[in-house]
């Protein structure tokens, strides 16, 4: 147990509560982390390796999976050890580097499927000039942009967030040091931003429904639905959970609810990520099944 006196630790609660609980979520945990390594690792491997998948949508796509994986990697440990043991306690130090991560990497993949809106919204919006308008140039300078503000946002909004005061017992009510479970020991309010990337993206997604809607024939609109799918399912994942998350009431039941949508903004939407795009996309299926067919034959 932590010293409650001390000022340089926080007691990560979890499911503290549900031994037999916090043994099937290890469980669960570690095969999802597994896949999500695999999946994403395997949709970054096949953008650099396939000639058929250097377009600004699948670079856009290998920044996703690479940032997951770094987002994932950066809670999935210490979540683990909370769920399988007693030592449920980590360092002042430990949770500002893991809040500073936690909280950078998720603003970063806020603006990254912004940035992958606006991509699509080309597409479809201007399909003879998406060449020139999605340029590869534009595309390294807006996937630059997208780590650096997540970058500023964290520094940002870190110090501000750990100088908040924290309640004498310190007892952080979640699997990891994020901003809402802090900002439950002491006060304030940071849903504003996830709100905002929220509102651009449902604005991009609004003119390329205004647009799809425009086109006359049926098949054109199915055509033009079909670009946008994976990556509107991908969205609404991510900004459901980010949702539940920042914005759920101050009350017990929806804090214990709020952990299972924490876990599943952590682990969930990174291992989901690679299976929609994989599973409706027949190009990367495609680029799969030539990289194997490229194995099968060195082997043979």
Not at 58 to 64: A, D, G, R, T
Not at 100 to 114: D, K, N, P, R, V
Not at 253 to 280: H, I, M
Request: with cysteine.
């Amino acid at each position: 147990m932590v010293n409650q006196s001390s000022p340089m630790g926080f007691l990560l609660l979890g499911f503290s509560e549900h031994p037999a609980l916090e043994r099937t979520l290890f469980m669960v945990v570690s095969t999802s982390y597994l896949l999500t390594l695999v999946g994403n690792t395997l949709i970054i491997l096949l953008s650099v390796l396939d000639p058929r998948l250097h377009s600004p949508m699948y670079f856009f796509l290998s920044n996703l999976s690479f940032l997951d994986l770094c987002f994932t990697t950066s809670c999935v440990p210490q979540m683990l050890i909370n769920l399988w043991g007693p030592k449920k306690t980590i360092s002042f130090l430990g949770c500002s580097v893991q809040l500073f991560i936690f909280l950078s990497l998720g603003t970063t993949e806020c603006i990254l499927l912004t940035v992958m809106a606006f991509d699509r919204y080309v597409a479809v919006c201007q399909p003879l000039h998406y060449a020139t308008i999605i340029h590869p140039r534009l595309c390294w300078q807006l996937a630059s942009v997208a780590w650096v503000i997540g970058l500023v946002e964290s520094v940002v909004q870190i110090p501000s967030t750990l100088r908040l005061p924290f309640c004498p017992h310190r007892q952080v009510d979640d699997f990891v040091c994020e901003v809402p479970a802090l900002i439950r020991l002491s006060c304030g309010d940071t849903s504003y931003n996830e709100i905002q990337w929220l509102f651009l993206i449902f604005v991009s997604y609004g003119a390329i429904t205004r647009a799809v809607l425009r086109i006359n024939s049926a098949k054109g609109r199915r055509k033009a639905f079909g670009t946008c799918s994976s990556h509107l399912t991908v969205v609404t994942l991510f900004y459901s959970s980010v949702i539940a998350v920042y914005l759920q009431p101050k009350n017990p039941y929806a804090q214990e609810r709020g952990k299972f949508f924490s876990l599943f903004y952590a682990v969930g939407t990174p291992l989901l990520n690679p299976l929609v795009y994989t599973l409706r996309n027949k190009e990367v299926t495609r680029a799969f099944r030539r990289l194997l067919g490229k194995e099968m034959g060195r082997m043979g």
